[in-house]
């Protein structure tokens, strides 16, 4: 089956940790996304890739860090510099163009 | 900064009634599309319309647009309970690097009583 994927759905992480968040899709859609959702807010753009091997900041990039080595892959981490990472994460990807975006299932991260 | 607005927050209504959630924004689009959310979920995306549209269809769904008033609202029709979710809409935008990305609103938590 096509789609897009994320795991873990839930983790934990201790202040102070990196941690790192799956995306990957088999879409074959060029554009990828990081999204972050805090409770009763919409999404607010993390990051973004238009094609391998390029990425650009979105609005909230501090504190976090991504990576686009294959098409099918745009993992998020959260670095120890983020100050409030406790979030819903969703990943999203898309054909270039400001289109319809596909988005995953999302991962809960609390910091403990 | 979050471009589209929805309007109410929160809305509650019975099963078979009609449901109306509007958006604003602030700046030219090319599109405006709207999502759903169930609880805890991913978004799912619902209805794209273009800014030389006016009103578009699918299902039970039907969506406005006003360009002259930077507005557009969601219409669910005969809602059921497995209406209940969020709702967003999301314009389009160009990053400070020149490429498109989607601002969305803060959404319409809609619930549907059986």
């Known amino acids: 089956d096509g789609g897009i994927t994320q795991s873990p759905k839930y983790l934990f992480r201790k202040e102070g940790q990196n941690v790192t968040l799956s995306c990957e899709q088999n879409l074959n859609h060029d554009a990828m996304y990081w999204y972050r959702q805090d409770p009763g807010q919409g999404l607010r753009l993390i990051y973004y890739?238009?094609?391998?091997?390029?990425?650009q900041k979105g609005d909230i990039a501090e504190g976090y860090s991504v990576s686009r080595e294959k098409k099918e892959s745009f993992p998020l981490t959260v670095t120890s510099a983020q100050k409030n990472p406790t979030a819903f994460y969703l990943c999203?990807?898309?054909?270039?163009?400001?289109?319809?975006?596909?988005f995953g299932p999302g991962t809960r991260l609390t910091v403990l | 900064s979050q471009q589209g607005e929805e309007d109410p927050q929160a809305l509650s209504i019975q099963e078979g009634e009609n449901a109306t959630m509007n958006c604003s924004y602030k700046t030219s689009i090319n599109n405006l599309q709207w999502y759903r959310q169930n609880s805890g979920r991913g978004l799912v995306h619902l209805i794209l319309?273009?800014?030389?549209?006016r009103e578009k269809h699918s299902g039970r769904l039907r969506v406005t647009l006003d360009t002259s008033k930077k507005s557009s609202s969601l219409l669910i029709t005969a809602s059921r309970a497995a209406d209940t979710a969020s709702y967003f809409c999301a314009t389009d935008a160009i990053t400070q690097g020149g490429s498109e990305k989607l601002v969305f609103g803060k959404g319409t938590k809609l619930t549907v009583n059986p």
């Open positions: 890739s238009q094609i391998v091997n390029d990425f």
């Open positions: 999203a990807s898309g054909y270039r163009g400001g289109n319809e975006q596909f």
């Open positions: 319309i273009r800014s030389n549209e």
